[in-house]
């Protein structure tokens, strides 16, 4: 099946700082989702992206399906936007294969 | 609007002992349906999916079981608790590629 690999594993950083994550996934897919999960659990959609580039507010995110992989940003990071972020990808009609994600810590 | 319910919240069990999670969805039909696992707070492995009543697809072999007795109805069931199915339980739902929406889960403790 899809393998699907996220980096850094863990990721510390000062309020108002920008940062990347990165997923890399092993297969052609027509669906690559990424969420956030808060700290008390909940997961929740970001971006559908399965190529190009998308926006919203001071997240973006880019897929270059032919590199087979996917980033991430977050600019001028807030304490709110701290949490476990996940990369999850599926092809054809498959259900979305996660990757192990990356921990976000913002401090203030 | 559409929302998906997940209870119950926490849930402490003995080893042994049978289990059922039940997660349902309002406001849309024949949504597709999902269970996942997450253990020691990281990845989420699919355990089983849906697309319909009575269509139930295992991904992995384990101690635990899935039906779909109704369109908007998911449940979770084990006969006899592991320590090893000790995770936080999450149920899903799409109608398509990119709506996957998540119930707020069950973190389940086996002892």
């Known amino acids: 099946g899809i393998q699907v690999e996220q980096s850094p594993p863990d990721l510390i950083l000062q309020e108002g700082a920008n940062s990347t994550l990165r997923c890399n996934f092993s297969d052609s897919v027509n669906n690559l989702q990424w969420f956030h999960q808060n700290p008390w659990g909940q997961l929740i959609n970001l971006f559908y992206i399965p190529s190009g580039t998308k926006q919203n507010g001071r997240l973006s995110a880019t897929t270059v399906a032919t590199e087979r992989y996917s980033l991430l940003y977050i600019s001028s990071s807030q304490t709110t936007d701290s949490g476990v972020y996940f990369c999850a990808v599926g092809s054809g009609n498959t259900p979305l294969v996660f990757g192990k994600g990356t921990r976000l810590s913002v401090i203030a | 609007s559409q929302t998906i319910h997940q209870w119950p919240a926490t849930l402490v069990q003995p080893v042994g002992s049978p289990l059922s999670l039940e997660c349902t969805v309002e406001?849309?039909?024949?949504?597709?349906l999902y269970w996942y696992r997450q253990a020691a707070g990281r990845g989420l492995q699919l355990l089983f999916y849906?697309?319909?009543?009575?269509?139930i697809s295992s991904e992995v072999p384990q101690n635990l079981s899935a039906s779909r007795p109704q369109d908007r109805q998911f449940i979770l069931s084990s006969k006899k608790l592991l320590l090893s199915d000790s995770g936080f339980y999450l149920c899903?739902?799409?109608?398509?590629?990119?709506?996957?929406?998540f119930g707020s889960g069950t973190r389940l403790t086996v002892v």
């Open positions: 849906s697309v319909g009543i009575g269509q």
């Open positions: 899903a739902w799409s109608l398509t590629l990119y709506g996957y929406t």
């Open positions: 406001g849309t039909s024949n949504p597709n």
